[in-house]
C-alpha cells in the first residue's frame, strides 16, 4: 500500500533501537525524510546510516536528552516544519511504590507525559495551517491493563492518555491526528531489564522467565519492532486521516478484554 506520505519530513524520538527505531524504518520505507533522536550518538548514528542505506531517505541525527527543554530545541531547529511527530521516551524504572520520592515522581512525568505534551504544542499548530499533521505516541499497554511494579510508567502515561483525549479532538477539524499506540512485550532491552528486575527478585534465571512470559501470550511470542513500526506507519498515512484519539493496543492477544 502506498502510504501517501512520501517527501514528508517525521520527528521520532529514541529512535536508536526498539520500537522507535522500528517506527523510524517504517517510515522511511514509506519515503518520510526523518530527524532521529536519541542520547546515545553511537548507537543513534548506527541506526541513521541503517536507514539511510535501506531506504535513501534523509535522516538527520540529533544526540540529545528529548526530555530536557534543551534537547527538544535541537530535535525542533533541526526538523522546521514537521508533518509527523512520533512521540516516545523510556520508561520509567520498575519497582515497589513505596521506595518512589517525589523526584522520582517528577522525573517519570516529565519523561512521559510533559515532554511529549510540550513537543506536541510545538508542532500542533503549524500542521494545522499546513492542513496535515500525523502525531503517535508510544505509551504502553499498562495504560489499559496497569503493571503493579511499573507504577511510575502507569501514572505518568495515564496522564497523557487524558490530555490527547481532549486535545486530539480540538484539533481534528485541522487536519492533524493525534493517536497512542500501547505496546504489549515487544523483544527490546526495555522487556529485558524487565526480566533481569524479576530475576533479581525471584532468583529465578531471567530466560526461564522470558520463556515463561512469551507462553502466556496468545501468540505465543514477543512482537518484532517492526511490527510495531508499521503500524506506527499506518496511523501517519493519509489513509489514516478518520482515526484520532485512540489507544490502539498490540500485544498479541494478550489483553483479555473485550473493549
Known amino acids: 500500500m502506498d502510504l501517501g506520505i512520501a517527501g514528508r519530513k517525521a520527528i521520532v524520538c529514541a529512535a536508536s533501537k526498539g520500537l522507535g527505531r522500528g517506527c523510524a524504518m517504517s517510515l522511511a520505507a514509506a519515503g518520510v525524510d526523518l530527524v532521529i533522536n536519541a542520547r546515545g550518538e553511537e548507537a543513534l548514528e548506527a541506526t541513521a546510516r541503517d536507514i539511510r542505506d535501506a531506504t535513501g531517505v534523509t535522516v538527520t541525527a540529533v544526540a540529545c536528552d528529548i526530555t530536557t527543554a534543551e534537547g527538544r530545541e535541537k530535535v525542533l531547529a533541526a526538523c522546521g516544519e514537521p508533518d509527523i511527530l512520533v512521540n516516545n521516551a523510556g520508561g520509567p524504572p520498575p519497582g515497589d511504590f513505596r521506595d518512589w520520592d517525589a523526584a522520582d515522581w517528577r522525573k517519570a512525568v516529565e519523561a512521559n507525559m510533559i515532554t511529549p505534551i510540550e513537543l506536541i504544542r510545538a508542532v500542533v499548530d503549524g500542521m494545522g495551517r499546513r492542513g496535515f499533521g500525523r502525531i503517535v ?11 503493579a511494579e511499573l507504577g511510575l510508567s502507569n501514572g505518568a502515561r495515564a496522564g497523557l492518555t487524558g490530555f490527547v483525549a481532549g486535545t486530539s479532538r480540538a484539533v481534528a477539524s485541522t487536519g492533524v491526528t493525534i493517536n497512542n499506540i500501547l505496546p504489549g512485550r515487544f523483544d527490546t532491552d526495555r522487556l529485558r531489564s524487565g526480566f533481569a528486575f524479576k530475576a533479581q527478585k525471584s532468583g ?4 526461564e522467565i522470558a520463556r515463561a512470559a512469551a507462553r502466556s501470550i496468545p ?14 506507519a499506518y496511523l501517519c498515512s493519509v489513509q489514516a486521516g478518520y482515526i484520532t484519539g485512540q489507544n490502539l493496543l498490540i500485544d498479541g492477544g494478550n489483553y483479555p478484554g473485550t473493549l
Not at 138 to 147: D, E, F, G, L, Q
Not at 204 to 207: D, F, L, S, V
Request: with cysteine.
Open 137 to 147: 505516541n508510544i505509551t504502553s499497554s499498562a495504560v489499559k491493563a496497569p503493571i
Open 204 to 207: 529465578q534465571p531471567a530466560e
Open 219 to 232: 501468540a505465543n511470542r514477543f512482537g518484532d519492532p517492526h511490527e510495531f513500526g508499521e503500524l506506527c
